[in-house]
């Protein structure tokens, strides 16, 4: 199972960021968002497509329907400028899977 | 729950990489929880290695071209990994992690800090 993910996003401050995460029939699955600031540990901040763990902003939202999953940022600041992760588990082979990453720049 | 990472940071090529995963603040022993691995390769994404349960029962990534086993001491309250055969494309940042396991999915929801793992003669 592979999960698509642009390796790139940009935007401004106060704006909002989407970043998605493409599979087949991924809305049949659980994803979940981690993000990773440089030489730091990931950390989760989406779980079940759009649950929020303690400490994580409100500002952080997820969607997830068909062949395509949405980590949506709102207002972004500067401090969210991060590579982001989606991940799924995958049933039918019993593995996790990743996606490749995207780097969200704030311009 | 905290995570910690422990073992050598510099393997020869082709022997075997050892780390150890110790858990704090909560036992190893939890039924929804699996234990495992993950590793980042320098500028590149994460790769997931595998995870064992407390009752030994152990998924692995089939990608991985180095032979893996992961391992569990409940007295420690530790978790392990084995690397086997290890090349310059194992070099990497290794990561333990607790692994959420509930409603057919599973996720990542405590991480250690990670350590570096270099493979060179």
């Known amino acids: 199972y592979v999960l698509t993910q642009p390796p790139s996003v940009s935007v401004a401050p106060g704006k909002t960021a989407r970043i998605t995460c493409g599979g087949n029939n991924i809305g049949s699955k659980s994803v979940h968002w981690y993000q990773q600031k440089p030489g730091q540990a990931p950390i989760l901040v989406i779980s079940?497509?759009?649950d929020r763990p303690s400490g994580i902003p409100e500002r952080f939202s997820g969607s997830n329907s068909g062949n395509t999953a949405t980590l949506t940022i709102a207002r972004v600041e500067a401090g969210d400028e991060a590579d982001y992760f989606c991940q799924v588990w995958d049933s039918s082979s019993d593995h996790v899977v990743f996606g490749g990453g995207t780097k969200l720049t704030v311009l | 729950l905290q995570l910690q990472e422990s073992g050598p940071g510099l393997v020869k090529p082709s022997e075997t990489l050892s780390l150890t995963c110790t858990v704090s603040g909560d036992s190893i022993s939890s039924s929804f929880y699996y234990w495992g691995w993950i590793r980042q390769p320098p500028g590149k994404g994460l790769e997931w290695i595998g995870d064992?349960?407390?009752?030994?029962?152990?998924y692995y990534n089939p990608s991985l071209k180095s032979p893996v086993t992961i391992s569990v001491d409940t007295s420690k309250n530790q978790f392990s990994l084995r690397l086997n055969s290890v090349t310059a494309a194992d070099t990497a940042v290794y990561y333990c992690?607790?692994?959420?396991?509930?409603?057919?999915?599973?996720?990542?929801?405590?991480w250690g800090q990670g350590t570096t793992v270099t493979v060179s003669s």
């Open positions: 064992i349960h407390y009752t030994g029962s152990t």
């Open positions: 992690a607790s692994f959420w396991a509930k409603l057919g999915t599973r996720y990542m929801d405590v």
């Open positions: 079940y497509d759009n």
